[in-house]
């Protein structure tokens, strides 16, 4: 089995034009995703979930925009993370403007993850039909408490060996995508014992197995989730040996290399979502009269026009930087926690901020900010909460210190 | 006509037993609002409205806790400003709390009003059946852009002389629990122009009065109003003489009787609504094993837990000053635009505090918290955003010191 | 030996007017105070130190305002601490006011313990000529790390019976007016090992005594303390037995009695500096011209003015709420942790943000702004740096949620 | 006249190793320029001024580090703004580094502005001696209340044309470097009056000229610059012809090119003194012992750690965007005030931190962060306060958005 963690090459000289695909993205964006954005609230059960997502990804796909971030052999354009962090941010600009390129979470990442890891055989069974939309995936590693996400000691959910494959038993829980997905990458313990670290393994199962059962929606404040987030249960789910993705006991090193970039395509959308807001905002601010003047040259209104400008441009800052460490190779853990930590963060405050400014109308569903908000604030704790981020920049910080004194 | 705008006293001796009337409201409310609260997510429409209303007051009734805060000889039980504080933040406890006591906005402040400045007749016809819950009422001052709340000069809705009475003509937005109100106390123009001063008259309108047109609910984000948010419109309206309130043309005088207390009262409830969303994140957070301990007892825990009890004791402590100087008879501009600035912040960092405390069920309705965020944010914009509250505040302060340095 | 954890009551009929004080505090402060502060830039080494301190006190005791805090049987004026609270915010207007009217720390605190854990023969030696100013005093508890201050496990100086009394060892740092001390209250373990609990004893110990070494001056940012913080050294101190302050072994109990009450008098100080910051900011902002208005009409100036009227308001408030347990007998440490933590921040706040009004001239010692931020930001470090407070704030709420839930 | 507004380009196959210029000037830091910046408190007065430059400037000549800046045929190293980012922060580690690499405020601005502006006479005459550190300079632009800095319209300081030269009258404040500086750019207006625009018009006046009057240094909290923040005044100063620097008139443009690169260069080097404070802050955490284990491994604690990570990463991507815009021939006016007015701020928050994690020692003289504290905090205010940063920020955002509507 040939596994590999580099992804294909894209050769310099097809390069796409960065610039060109921001425009035609932002081109797609308002003619065709924000008018369903908005004439739904951006709630994607009541626009109707993958119909709303093919008729989307149709319209992408007829425009040469489709999985700007896959790789070309799989069907995609190929951008680097740079690259991408402009095009994403774009999308982002409306709640469904990811999916409309299908650059939505958990499929984006798992794309990456596959064409990281996955064997020839698998991108050609996953990885192509994921790439072009004919189906979605999920991504199954959070587990209820105690479980846990990205602590492997923590890992409850079973892979033990049967003949000729893997028996699956466990429960996950917020697995997005889940309802509708036409496969699940699954984490499995393969050893050790749980309170112990032991290895995990990812592998891939297909809808409809037995054993795989999507269990009700956790009731999230976020709604614009195609398949929403769900409770999974394995229960006794056999699977073939060649569902395994990579190799045995090594899945949580494939989960740091789906985890880095994945939290920074998320600050890019989540950052798109934010620029709407303001822009709203400052546009209403603009227009609206207020002791005598506009309520965009009040003082207060400039300081929070301002800081959100500032929280924007920061954000944009340290993702092109974590984006470029990731590109250059690094697995960028320290750049990535900080942007991601900013990232989201900042965004909630720019939402509040545009909220504010809008005054009545803000907290309503008369303008899209109220319901941006309602997307954005659970971002502070998917992806690693602030504070887990902020435990281990602090963890690394303190170690630098102590290797330095060392020598 | 003999109008008054100070309120019956209450004779000392008889003075109710505030302790005692806290643990008593925690005991409804723990007993009977909250099942109903959870069950329908605080959603009051999911939860029927005024059924729900009259249900859960004729529970209250039986126990002597309805209208705390009204006059005696009206049916109330009297409360001092002081001494409501504790009460009301009791009942906030659950979102349907102070509609159980029948001291929910917009009817608590309307019957604070009427009891300072309705004739004795008005007082039987209209605050003796709200006081009892036969009615709700809904208080119709704030008209859409460029119209403004608390600016006369903005006041774009008339009331012109004819024979007989008036005759109204004129939009307002954001009427809070019109939607079903047996009456309204409208705020029209009865002197000058839109864009001068001139003057404003409360005017007392009975709901199915032809011209009174209730028109679509706001979608605001807050869902725990009885009768919504709406757009309400004049057209035409004829209203007898004794329909005024109070004399013409000193309708804004009124609205500041109304509004100091009124904002005191929000800051009460929704102080009640962050308690609980406190108490559920500690609860949380002591129970969760995290890290190989309490959550509650690693570092950012306790730091989140601490704000929230400081947010928490200083909103108190602001809410107690302002009230009591509201009992002394002091207008109590600074104390109530303080108490209600930093109570409606604090509040919202409590809430927030709390969901991120609670990870992903934070976000999640499997836990009230997300739902009291909600209902919480608008209340740093409704009845006067922090924005406008620290221009009056600064104001009031430049105006002391250059008063101090003319002496 | 009788020693009481009771202060003498003071008679109802003779309560002093508070409002008076108050009036006639700043008064004294505005006259003769603040020249003198002004002149020197708030450096007490500049101004002379005891000199300064004597003239200025002189002043107060023929105003008739020496210690007002103070029993009056012991020369006070009996103040309650809600009493205290206004007259000493008012001191604290000026850097030297509290030094002016005998209520500066440690002194302050010191009369506090003594007043409550004295013998008669103790107040005669040392209470009495402490309150009329005849000598200083200095409170010797924080040890250099890693002993530390309020933890007793951590105590390394001992106090070893030898015949007649006791000899005392080891190291103390930070002890504020340590130079010039007439005598020093001293504790030191007389149980147990470091690492331990045991027992640690309060000693009253005169300066002179052969031993006992004032060190070097421990360089702070603060330089309004007459005395200074030093490093102090016992190097085989001996002392009779009546130097014990209370029994043996309770002397962190006995601290504990100080420190509620001392860490609310140090907000009462700083508040008073915060004010007289905020009262220049926007007196120079109301005189300013700047883009065709008085900086004081500019929206983010106002926001500013505001949010220091805030802060204000609300550490007054919590330093009532405190005050008043206090008062009532309570040991308040939930109170007095949140008015601590919440003050010395709120405080630190107001000052930097009349800086920021201030412009260049807020940076420079043209104006007594930039001194007073240099004051008060040791404040959120001493008497237990807000980690600490909000450590056991959380510690406190946490534990009462699990009481409740275990019920 | 010839004048331009590019500086000369740097062949590219002579472009400095700026990796390798960072390691050499922070050897130059640590081993020559932190003992005399520990010695004397970072007090230049304390330490010498002039002597102490001349000193540690001949030790960074001797190594090839000096003026990295500066145009390679005025004697620099011709570094970029992206370049000298990285060289400017590692030298601002020491509150005397960027003074030893001849980097400082405001020789630093002022050789940038020569090499773009001045004659090849003026270039020989005044920024070769000032490049290679045989003289100092100022920027005499700045002036007492109501006059301003950068609004044209306020310049109150005339020059007026009398035979052979210029006649200039009028009083600056704030002048850094002014005491012993040999020669200062002044800004004059040149025509109208105070109140309209007009135009300005910038003079070089040699130290010693007869009218030209350095007054008292403005007793500002910081004190590393060499020469202070002095008080300026004209008095019938008569200058040359050629004395005017570019053209006549054109003074505020040339401020403009000057201001852009001096507040990015600012923000490097209080990036560094960010950065010293961090790290003296996370050893002392590290390794002291609190509550059982490190200080650095307590939550609190952490988040603070982390939180002086996420600042000083975001100060540098922000100063990276602009310095990027800048190298391309970009005004980059919102760049700039972004990364001004967020470095200042995240600086002082990180070092106010570092204060707040070394306890007792942090606001002693003992570590040096309370020093770098009195350096930063006026950065807030110098070059812009925040405020009218902002201001500026907002009102280009909405220009954008109202541009954008009217297409």
């Known amino acids: 089995m040939s596994t590999t963690t580099q992804a294909p090459a894209t050769p310099e000289g097809d390069m796409p034009d960065t610039e060109d695909l921001v425009l035609r993205t932002r081109a797609l964006v308002r003619e065709v995703v924000l008018p369903v954005d908005d004439q739904f609230d951006g709630d994607v059960t009541a626009a109707g979930g993958d119909d709303l997502r093919r008729q989307l990804q149709a319209e992408a796909r007829q425009r040469g925009l489709l999985a700007p971030h896959a790789p070309r052999e799989a069907g995609g354009l190929g951008l680097s993370m740079v690259q991408r962090a402009r095009?994403?941010?774009?999308?982002?600009?409306?709640?469904?403007g990811a999916l409309a390129i299908n650059a939505a979470a958990p499929d984006e990442g798992n794309m990456h993850l596959l064409a990281h890891v996955a064997t020839p055989e698998q991108r050609e069974q996953y990885l192509?039909?994921?790439?072009?939309?004919?189906?979605?995936?999920?991504?199954?590693?959070?587990?209820?408490?105690?479980?846990?996400?990205?602590?492997?000691?923590?890992?409850?959910?079973?892979?033990?060996?049967?003949p000729g494959g893997w028996r699956l038993d466990g429960r996950k829980t917020f697995i997005t995508g889940a309802d509708g997905a036409g496969f699940f990458i699954v984490m499995a313990r393969t050893r050790g014992e749980t309170?112990?670290?032991?290895g995990g393994t990812m592998f891939l199962a297909p809808a409809g197995s037995p054993g795989l059962h999507v269990g009700r929606h956790v009731p999230t404040m976020d709604r614009s989730m195609v398949g929403g987030h769900c409770?999974?249960?394995?229960?006794?789910?056999?699977?073939?040996?060649?569902?395994?993705?990579?190799e045995v006991d090594e899945g949580f090193r494939?989960?740091?290399?789906?985890?880095?970039?994945?939290?920074?395509?998320?600050?890019?959308?989540?950052?798109?979502?934010a620029v709407r807001a303001h822009q709203v905002a400052v546009g209403y601010a603009a227009g609206r009269q207020s002791f005598g003047g506009a309520l965009a040259d009040l003082g207060?209104?400039?300081?929070?026009?301002?800081?959100?400008?500032?929280?924007?441009?920061?954000?944009?800052?340290?993702?092109?930087v974590a984006c470029a460490a990731l590109d250059a190779g690094s697995p960028a853990s320290q750049e990535t926690s900080i942007a991601k930590t900013f990232g989201a963060e900042a965004i909630g405050r720019v939402v509040d901020r545009s909220m504010q400014l809008c005054?009545?109308?803000?907290?309503?569903?008369?303008?899209?900010?109220?319901?941006?908000?309602?997307?954005?604030r659970p971002f502070r704790v998917y992806d690693g909460p602030s504070e887990v981020h902020r435990f281990a920049i602090a963890k690394r910080a303190v170690r630098a210190v102590r290797e330095q004194a060392a020598r």
Do not use: K
């Open 195 to 198: 309170g112990n670290r032991g």
């Open 87 to 96: 095009v994403f941010e774009e999308a982002g600009f409306s709640l469904f």
């Open 231 to 246: 409770e999974v249960t394995f229960d006794g789910l056999v699977l073939p040996e060649d569902a395994v993705l990579g």
């Open 300 to 320: 207060m209104a400039q300081q929070m026009i301002a800081d959100n400008e500032i929280d924007l441009a920061a954000t944009r800052a340290l993702l092109d």
């Open 359 to 376: 005054g009545g109308l803000g907290v309503s569903a008369d303008l899209p900010v109220a319901r941006i908000a309602r997307e954005v």
């Open 128 to 162: 192509v039909p994921l790439v072009c939309g004919d189906v979605r995936s999920a991504f199954a590693m959070t587990e209820p408490a105690p479980g846990a996400g990205s602590d492997l000691a923590a890992l409850a959910t079973t892979a033990t060996r049967v």
């Open 254 to 273: 494939y989960a740091q290399v789906r985890l880095g970039p994945a939290r920074m395509t998320h600050v890019m959308r989540w950052l798109g979502a």
